[in-house]
């Protein structure tokens, strides 16, 4: 198939610059991929949609101020976007612009709005797909916990402001862990609070995280035509051995539904399973496509996503890509709100082998 076969006319109006007032007041389109058809309902509703007994595996993810402003030495600006640590005050990172910024080079780190300089960036290396190796120190070098001090949340491109006081509480879920380096929010839990997490609970849900450090593979527009010709870039995950106790067998004998909170749960899990057991740790760059079959997860919940993404792909792969495509019209026509701060999606009965 190609890209762009996925595209849809979305009109920019609907792209959310700011979340709903309340995390669970979202508008939710609930689609049933089993009979073709859905309704319209709320976040706040979710207990009474969810399966009973159903288990909700979130992505319990931290997202870090990984987005630095810089100065480079010849006065000009430029920015690096941090995506894992390397230790030592190293860390794999996007940077731009990418032809001042190569090896040898250096920047000071700035605060965005007074300009005050914070720390040293140094490019060190040139890595695969326009990286770089870059190192982050002031007096000493610095580590993730000191980059959330200086750095910025690294809110996607297409929400319009620099992240402020409201995006530093809404850009991250309630249940993220300490630990962690996304560069992007596992957004499907943003819509969490902890009465809606309490009250699935009640309800015999479980709730069981995993944790998908959100890097490129997530977010890198598809640049081939061909979806076959596209390389997700590498994301590194984590199973809880509690989580692991609970859904491995669950998964072999299938006697509960799963639900995934968000995309990059249902890639960890996908990743992970072998038929038999949960690889604890590793890495991903799976690339959910129409043919493939759900191994895990049995319903999945999810933001809206960009026209021509991997995300959407994904979702088309889990509905067919007619009712996707049915399905993202209707959200248009009902103007839902798109993307990291918009409404969500819940996908029932998600395509899965036998």
């Not at 899990?269 to 604890?280: H, N, P």
């Amino acid at each position: 198939m190609k890209r762009s076969d996925f595209h849809f006319d979305l009109p920019p109006d609907l792209i959310a610059q700011h979340p709903a007032p309340d995390r669970d007041g979202a508008r939710l389109l609930v689609v049933d991929a089993r009979t073709g058809t859905w309704s319209h309902r709320a976040i706040r509703d979710l207990p009474e949609l969810v399966p009973p007994q159903s288990l909700c595996v979130p992505n319990d993810v931290r997202v870090r101020h990984a987005r630095l402003f810089l100065k480079r030495s010849g006065g000009g600006a430029g920015e690096a976007l941090l995506l894992r640590s390397l230790g030592q005050g190293r860390f794999e990172a996007m940077v731009k612009p990418g032809a001042r910024l190569k090896p040898g080079a250096s920047a000071t780190v700035v605060d965005p709005t007074s300009g005050a300089a914070l720390a040293r960036l140094d490019i060190l290396d040139t890595l695969p797909e326009g990286l770089r190796t870059v190192r982050v120190h002031a007096e000493h070098d610095l580590d993730w916990d000191e980059i959330d001090r200086i750095g910025r949340l690294p809110l996607p491109p297409y929400i319009e402001h620099l992240a402020d006081g409201e995006d530093e509480t809404r850009y991250q879920t309630v249940f993220a862990a300490p630990e962690g380096e996304a560069v992007a929010a596992p957004t499907a839990g943003l819509h969490f609070t902890p009465e809606l997490i309490a009250t699935l609970q009640t309800r015999g849900c479980g709730w069981h995280p995993v944790r998908l450090h959100v890097g490129l593979g997530t977010f890198r527009p598809m640049t081939a035509e061909r979806l076959e010709d596209h390389a997700m870039h590498e994301e590194r995950f984590e199973i809880p051995a509690a989580t692991a106790a609970i859904l491995e067998p669950v998964l072999r004998d299938r006697s509960r539904p799963v639900l995934c909170v968000g995309t990059t749960s249902l890639r960890t899990l996908e990743g992970a399973w072998d038929g038999a057991r949960l690889t604890r740790e590793g890495a991903t760059r799976l690339f959910i496509t129409p043919g493939h079959r759900l191994r895990t997860a049995d319903h999945l919940l999810t933001n809206f996503h960009l026209p021509e993404s991997t995300l959407f792909v994904l979702v088309s792969a889990l509905l067919g890509v007619d009712l996707a495509r049915a399905a993202y019209a209707e959200a248009v026509r009902e103007r839902y709100r798109f993307f990291s701060y918009g409404d969500a999606m819940l996908i029932l009965n998600a395509r899965r082998s036998g």
